[in-house]
């Protein structure tokens, strides 16, 4: 494991392209999956503009990022809590020697206590190919996640049950995200005429055993700047990080104040800003925790907590 993320200086240091683009081969498999790989001349800012304007939905500071003890000396990334907030579900590769990626999780008794060290692999899902990306709905019941480049669904009767048996959605992308309702699916589909990298699709669904409907492209102020999208569980915020210039913050928040309006501009998340290395970040279901990835010191998972 390593050691607590103590000062933004470390972070700051966190430049060259090489170091990025390896950590995003590795997260995103861009280079072999999609047929896309990210921007080769990115990498993190070492500088940018705060603005100090607060966030729509919450008041309060988000903490120093805390290294979690399930990291080890492989790469463990996109870290996604499930809505009990007492499993925690990531991928990692199941041994130095191969840069495949498999679904594992954590476990806590409860939001206060810290995530335990000790890691379960999702037997049921974890194959020859990468497993990466996994998302829990809201009941518990259902994971989507990404094989290859293709999103797959599994399932289980209870949430203390095992997962079943993968199956596909019939979706090409990846970085899937459901709303609370588990209805609403956004994902990026490299085919959609949007911005490359932050390309989002909404794909809606009139029950959880029914097909998903057809994509269609939902438009977010600068997600161009941005990799990476996380959508709040009732989908009126989307958080914004993995920038892939010097000239936006890591993490801004854009909000709307109905599923139907336009996406309002973003606005920087001022208390990350000094940690300009953040490569992706996560909520929780409830916004009280968010789980980050830095583009140095390899690929572990840190949380902050709001405070």
Request: hydrophobic fraction near 35%; charged fraction near 20%; proline fraction near 7%.
């Amino acid at each position: 494991m390593r050691t607590l993320l103590a000062i933004p200086l470390l972070l700051a240091a966190c430049t060259g392209g090489d170091t990025f683009t390896a950590f995003d081969a590795r997260d995103d498999d861009a280079a072999t999956v999609d047929g896309s790989p990210l921007d080769p001349d990115a990498t993190a800012p070492d500088a940018m503009p705060v603005d100090a304007a607060p966030i729509d939905a919450v008041s309060g500071t988000w903490g120093t990022p805390q290294s979690l003890a399930l990291n080890t000396d492989e790469s463990e990334t996109m870290a996604k809590a499930a809505p009990s907030a007492t499993e925690l579900y990531f991928a990692s590769p199941p041994n130095t020697s191969t840069v495949v990626l498999d679904l594992y999780y954590v476990t806590r008794t409860g939001p206060s206590f810290d995530w335990g060290g000790s890691r379960t692999g999702v037997g049921a899902l974890n194959t020859t190919e990468t497993e990466t990306e996994p998302v829990v709905s809201a009941d518990g019941l259902e994971m989507i996640f990404r094989r290859g480049a293709t999103l797959y669904s599994s399932k289980r009767a209870t949430t203390g049950s095992a997962w079943g048996a993968a199956t596909t959605t019939g979706l090409s992308g990846s970085r899937p995200d459901l709303l609370a309702d588990g209805l609403t699916l956004y994902y990026r589909d490299t085919s959609a005429t949007c911005p490359v990298q932050t390309c989002r699709v909404k794909v809606t669904r009139s029950s959880p055993t029914a097909p998903w409907g057809d994509p269609v492209v939902e438009s977010i102020s600068n997600t161009g700047e941005y990799q990476f999208v996380d959508f709040s569980g009732d989908g009126l915020r989307a958080m914004l990080s993995g920038p892939i210039s010097t000239t936006v913050a890591p993490i801004a928040i854009a909000s709307r104040a109905t599923l139907t309006d336009s996406w309002g501009a973003p606005v920087v998340l001022s208390d990350l800003a000094l940690y300009t290395g953040i490569r992706w970040a996560h909520w929780s279901w409830d916004e009280t925790e968010m789980y980050l990835g830095f583009t140095t010191g390899g690929s572990d998972i840190y949380v902050s907590r709001f405070e």
